[in-house]
């Protein structure tokens, strides 16, 4: 298909891990993002994966790129309230950088107490 | 340098009436671009421009919006003769066009009653 999928909401509990999938569609992109948007505010890039990658740490992130199904899932240890948000996987619209992202229709991430 | 500025951060408008919107890049940025955003929904891809050439456009831009970076530092969108439909957050974005992903503004949000 055309689009970038995500599911659409994810609840956890404040220490607990999140785990956000995305299905992305080319299999030429070459990188592959995780944006963060809170309310009211503008796209905040998390990470990025090169495409001959399957997995990048970053902190409390942790980002597994599954190139045979196209499936890429962000992972939030230890999350916290100030996690959430409205989380975006985009891809690469052709196999260079730099180039138009397309989008999925994010997932919100509600953390509680 | 404070990031990528967007002005104004809210407009109301009447239908039918035109509009525009200035984009700041982050300075050494040589790409720029504007998305849409709509509620529910991801950032959707309208063009973008290396210096001040406009290298793509999306279908989504019809021929009532223009954009123009006429000396490859901020941009413009304009709308004309604005719709109901044309409603939503209009994003901007830098990069240097590598694989360090886009810095996003924090949007105009036009509202057209």
């Known amino acids: 298909g055309e689009d970038v999928e995500q599911s659409l909401f994810l609840s956890v509990r404040e220490g607990d891990s999140s785990v956000i999938n995305c299905t992305y569609t080319?299999?030429?992109?070459?990188?592959l993002y995780w944006y963060k948007q809170e309310p009211g505010a503008g796209l905040q890039l998390l990470t990025y994966?090169?495409?001959?990658?399957d997995m990048k740490q970053d902190q409390r992130l942790t980002v597994l790129l599954n190139k045979k199904d196209k499936h890429l899932s962000l992972r939030i240890a230890d999350t916290q309230t100030g996690d959430s948000a409205i989380y975006f996987c985009?891809?690469?619209?052709?196999?260079?950088?730099?180039?138009?992202?397309?989008f999925g229709k994010g997932t919100t991430l509600s953390v509680s107490s | 340098d404070t990031g990528v500025s967007q002005n104004p951060r809210h407009k109301i408008t009447k239908r039918g009436q035109n509009v525009t919107f200035r984009c700041d890049p982050i300075?050494?940025?040589?790409?720029l671009y504007w998305y849409r955003q709509t509620l529910g929904q991801g950032p959707e891809f309208l063009t973008y421009?290396?210096?001040?050439?406009?290298?793509?456009k999306s279908r989504l831009l019809s021929d009532r919006f223009s954009a123009e970076r006429p000396k490859g530092s901020f941009s413009t969108l304009e709308i004309q003769r604005t719709e109901q439909g044309d409603s939503a957050m209009y994003l901007c974005?830098?990069?240097?066009?590598?694989?360090?992903?886009?810095?996003f503004g924090s949007g105009t949000r036009l509202t057209v009653v």
């Open positions: 080319d299999s030429s992109s070459t990188y």
């Open positions: 994966i090169f495409s001959n990658m």
């Open positions: 300075s050494e940025h040589n790409r």
């Open positions: 974005a830098s990069s240097l066009g590598d694989s360090r992903g886009y810095t």
């Open positions: 421009f290396q210096n001040e050439a406009q290298l793509e």
């Open positions: 985009a891809e690469s619209k052709r196999d260079q950088a730099g180039t138009a992202l397309i």
